[in-house]
């Protein structure tokens, strides 16, 4: 499995369920606020450390970060027409904590 950038020392994967999608699907996934490991180590208070890859690892996906706040442990990814590989489940990669 490719490793999206070397910059970026953590990853973890999300699946994805992509049933009815047809070819193309928007995709909204809200971090949990108790995920401590994520939580604590991101770097930037805007979230420019985070990252969305496809199922490769490697491939940045299309995405925006809705109602972004470190504060509150608030995040929703909202991943654009996203091309899914089949109908069924599949996986992408979230990175976050940015060597600086």
């Not at 499995?1 to 973890?12: F, G, I, K, P, V």
């Not at 490697?58 to 970060?65: E, G």
């Amino acid at each position: 499995m490719s490793w999206y950038d070397n910059a970026w020392l953590r990853r973890q994967s999300i699946t994805v369920d992509t049933i009815g999608g047809g070819g193309t699907v928007d995709i909204t996934i809200a971090v949990p606020v108790d995920w401590d490991q994520f939580w604590n180590e991101i770097n930037q208070t805007d979230g420019r450390d985070i990252r969305i890859c496809d199922a490769d690892g490697r491939t940045l996906l299309t995405y925006n970060l809705e109602s972004f706040s470190l504060a509150t442990r608030t995040l929703i990814i909202e991943v654009d027409a996203y091309a899914a590989p089949g109908l069924g489940m599949c996986q992408i990669w979230i990175y976050w904590n940015k060597c600086t």
